[in-house]
């Protein structure tokens, strides 16, 4: 395993692209969150005293304990920008042919595709990263000495964990059936962006429930929207919250299905 992890490393250095969009992305995540910020003070600034009250029943957004799944929240909707990253690393084994290379070289198929396994692991550890970076600096500007404590959403560290690594498993799975990286990301982008939020909302106005278990639907449940932007009603906030612990059992479920695919495919596929 070692010696996969430093081989795909010696790839992955070489590419000066990866670092282009690992740099975007570093920017991008506590960017974001920083602009929601602002929006949610002023926001808040423009509220009678009653509002403000019923607005903050449901929790300080971006203090502790609140933070972990505020910022979690927001920083999903850029997952289109790791997703770059490892549809680049996969694509770029067709484009080179390095995939042809390491079997010639005494690879296995299932090394070669636990080297992209790896991969994707590394970019979602990487995010994660950056995830916690934004929610500790935002977490401490925004909570005062004597109201820290202890962190009853930190579970959402894990959840965002999750999250990341299923949905950038998806992006992998286009680009190892596509090989091709303007394909695959466009293919990516449509169906997180387009594809998937129309047929969500067919399937909701017909009423079916099976919008909550479409491929990117699954995991985002496991990052309900925060009070403050998502639920004026607090029952229904708290419903939302309720649901996932459940939607984390499927996103596991889902995700080793998907490499369980990837894996029997690869041992048949032709290079």
């Not at 009653?50 to 449901?58: S, V």
């Not at 004597?146 to 299923?166: C, D, M, N, P, W």
């Not at 982008?189 to 594809?195: E, K, M, P, S």
């Not at 649901?243 to 984390?248: D, E």
Request: aromatic share 16%; charged share 15%.
């Amino acid at each position: 395993m070692l010696d996969i992890a430093k081989i795909e490393w010696l790839k992955i250095r070489s590419y000066s692209a990866f670092w282009w969009v690992l740099g975007i992305t570093a920017v991008a995540y506590p960017g974001l969150n920083g602009i929601i910020l602002m929006i949610y003070h002023k926001a808040m600034g423009t509220m009678n005293l009653p509002e403000q009250k019923a607005r903050l029943m449901l929790g300080d957004p971006f203090g502790f304990n609140e933070v972990w799944h505020t910022v979690g929240y927001f920083s999903s909707w850029f997952i289109f920008i790791p997703a770059i990253l490892v549809i680049m690393l996969m694509t770029n084994e067709y484009s080179f042919r390095t995939h042809r290379q390491n079997i010639i070289d005494g690879w296995t198929r299932k090394q070669f595709l636990t080297g992209k396994l790896l991969d994707v692991g590394i970019v979602t550890l990487l995010i994660v990263v950056f995830y916690l970076l934004a929610c500790v600096v935002i977490g401490l500007r925004n909570t005062t000495v004597g109201e820290r404590t202890s962190g009853s959403q930190v579970y959402f560290i894990a959840y965002f964990t999750l999250q990341t690594f299923s949905q950038l498993s998806i992006a992998f799975l286009i680009s190892f059936l596509v090989r091709n990286t303007a394909i695959s990301l466009t293919v990516f982008i449509v169906g997180f962006l387009v594809l998937e939020p129309i047929l969500g909302r067919i399937l909701k106005a017909a009423g079916t429930g099976i919008e909550h278990f479409l491929p990117f639907e699954i995991s985002n449940r496991l990052i309900p929207p925060p009070g403050f932007w998502g639920h004026l009603d607090p029952a229904s906030y708290q419903l939302s919250m309720n649901q996932t612990g459940n939607h984390a059992v499927y996103t596991i479920v889902f995700t080793t299905i998907l490499w369980f695919f990837c894996f029997r495919l690869n041992s048949r596929r032709d290079l």
